[in-house]
């Protein structure tokens, strides 16, 4: 089965950072060492910053509060400040406001329309975010261990059109409760509308779904129910790591 593929963005705002809680960061630190190869550096008591074969730049964080969500997408902006005022006039509330990382730069975030929290930083790579299709079908796929794909809780149409209006993301329903989105550079994915428990969830692409989560119940993280393959389209994996954050994979 071949998805319809949504209409590629505008290029000028993809997801720059993803940002993972890790309460047990030392124990999720060396969880994605073990099993994926992320190159793991400390930036603080609270932060460690996460290098993957290719796609955004990862940060595990610690001392993330009760109710948290698990994932935490940062789009890439010229202008913070701006852009939270222009989210804010479309509907979106302020989650926290603007604050600086020395050498890094500037981060804020907000609660869009559904609920779901993003973040937006002009802490953007100076060569770009090379684009990510959605790795389905005959798509091509990304280099293994990178985060390829996100799945953000979305309640109704609301959500897509905010971020198609403000961000210039390309979107496109394709299956019940499903809206497909392009930012048209880095990586895509879908709204889905069925789960608010879960707001977010980042997509690594791996060679061998079964293998890795037999890795993975190996060095401390826990399979979320078996393999699950969706022809034509690919093979899906689900798993909680050492701080219970839910994480899934996609595979061929």
């Known amino acids: 089965m071949e998805l319809p593929q949504a209409p590629v963005g505008s290029g000028q705002h993809p997801v720059s950072l993803v940002v993972i809680s890790a309460n047990?960061?030392?124990?999720?630190?060396?969880?994605?060492?073990?099993?994926?190869?992320?190159?793991i550096t400390k930036m603080s008591a609270e932060l460690m910053a996460a290098v993957a074969p290719a796609g955004p730049a990862i940060a595990l964080r610690a001392n993330v509060p009760a109710g948290f969500p698990g994932v935490v997408p940062y789009i890439g902006v010229s202008d913070v400040d701006a852009m939270m005022k222009?989210?804010?006039?479309?509907?979106?509330?302020l989650e926290r406001a603007s604050w600086k990382i020395q050498m890094m730069g500037t981060?804020?975030?907000?609660?869009?329309?559904?609920?779901?929290?993003?973040?937006?930083?002009?802490?953007?790579?100076?060569?770009?975010?090379?684009?990510?299709p959605m790795p389905f079908g005959t798509n091509p796929?990304?280099?293994a261990n990178s985060i390829c794909s996100l799945e953000m809780f979305a309640k109704d149409e609301a959500s897509p059109r905010f971020f198609a209006e403000l961000f210039g993301w390309g979107t496109l329903p394709t299956m019940p409760s499903y809206v497909a989105f392009d930012a048209g550079a880095g990586i895509g994915g879908v709204f889905q509308s069925h789960t608010p428990a879960l707001t977010a969830v980042a997509y690594i692409y791996v060679?061998?779904?079964?293998?890795?989560?037999?890795?993975?119940?190996?060095?401390?993280?826990k399979?979320?129910?078996d393999v699950m393959s969706m022809p034509g389209m690919g093979t899906f994996?689900?798993?909680?790591?050492?701080s219970e954050t839910t994480m899934a994979m996609i595979g061929p």
Not at 24 to 39: E, I, K, N, R
Not at 115 to 126: D, Q
């Open 24 to 39: 047990h960061l030392a124990a999720s630190s060396s969880f994605y060492s073990t099993v994926f190869g992320w190159q």
């Open 86 to 93: 222009r989210a804010i006039a479309a509907g979106a509330t």
């Open 107 to 132: 981060f804020a975030r907000f609660t869009d329309v559904s609920g779901t929290i993003y973040g937006v930083t002009n802490a953007i790579s100076p060569t770009g975010a090379p684009h990510v």
């Open 141 to 143: 796929k990304p280099p």
């Open 207 to 221: 060679d061998d779904v079964a293998a890795k989560l037999t890795q993975i119940d190996a060095a401390g993280g």
């Open 223 to 225: 399979r979320l129910g």
């Open 237 to 242: 994996g689900y798993f909680t790591d050492p």
